[in-house]
Each structure stands twice: as C-alpha cells, then as structure tokens.
C-alpha cells in the first residue's frame, strides 16, 4: 500500500478508508453499506438523532440515520471531505505544522504533500470509480479539477474552525 505500513505517514486511501460500524439493538437498524463518502464528522449528528436529541449547529458533519433506518443515499450535495497529516514536534509531541492535504469530493480524491527540506511536493488526484487502489495518478490530466479542488481546500482552510490543540498553542 503505496510502499509503507500504519498511519500517520500519509493520507492515501488506505489511511483515510476506515469501516464505521453502527450497532443499535432496540433500533431496527438496516444493515448495508454506504457508498458515499462520509466523515467521522458525521458519527455525532447521527447519534444525537438516534438518541433523539435536537441538531447541534456546532456539529459540522450529517446523519446517516436516513440510510441507517431506511436504506437511502446519504445526500452528497456537492459534498467535500478534507483530511490533515500534521507534524508532530518538540517535547510534548504537538502538533506544529501541516504535512500533507487531502479533498474529496465524489469519485475525485486530491492529495498534496507540503514541501520538505529541498522545497519540494508531491500532488495526486484519483479518480476513485476507476482506481480505487490509487495507482494512476491523474494529476498532469485534470489541471482545472485540480485548481478547483485546491482552491476549495484553500477556502474550508480559511474559513474553518481552529481548535488550540490542534496547532500546538
């Protein structure tokens, strides 16, 4: 799997595809498998329904109740999913600086690495219905999806919430 082992070294798909499991006894839930892409952000909004707790504004993902009772699409919506590697430094292990990127929005799935000592990056972008495994990197054959899925990435940057913690303050 793109040559190394765990986590915290990359955000290929290997990394960031992770099984989410809902098991609710006294809720009839139906089993299936969602196909979107959905987010840890959503695990939240979807346990305060299931608990039938009123929407939290401050929660940013959706709930998958409808998909869990009933067996619906999740509603993509032009849906975009972001992923962060950060570097961990000094002393306390906190975490100082971003490594590497990660947009997803539909089948497209766009990596970058920031740059290391040398001043040098890596980009990537898949198309997920076709090469699921990551192997053909369509980088060079998509400049203008590239330049849209960097500049969305850019605005969530912007305009997202900051979390002390998480930039080592």
Do not use: C
């Not at 939240?44 to 929660?59: A, F, G, S």
């Amino acid at each position: 799997e793109h040559g190394r082992w765990g986590h915290g070294h990359s955000l290929f798909k290997e990394v960031m595809h992770i099984p989410l499991f809902f098991y609710y006894p006294e809720g009839h839930l139906k089993p299936g498998r969602i196909k979107q892409n959905v987010s840890i952000m959503d695990i939240l909004p979807t346990l305060r329904e299931l608990i039938q707790l009123k929407k939290d504004p401050m929660n940013e993902g959706i709930s998958l109740m409808n998909f869990l009772m009933k067996g619906e699409n999740v509603p993509q919506n032009d849906r975009l999913l972001y992923g962060h590697l950060l570097k961990r430094r000094g002393r306390k292990n906190r975490m100082k600086e971003y490594e590497a990127n990660a947009t997803i929005q539909g089948q497209w799935y766009y990596y970058k690495t920031y740059p290391g000592p040398k001043g040098n990056y890596k980009q990537y972008l898949y198309d997920m219905d076709k090469d699921f495994n990551q192997e053909q990197n369509l980088i060079n054959e998509k400049p203008v999806l590239v330049k849209k899925l960097k500049n969305r990435y850019t605005h969530f940057y912007k305009t997202s919430r900051k979390f002390k913690a998480d930039m080592g303050i």
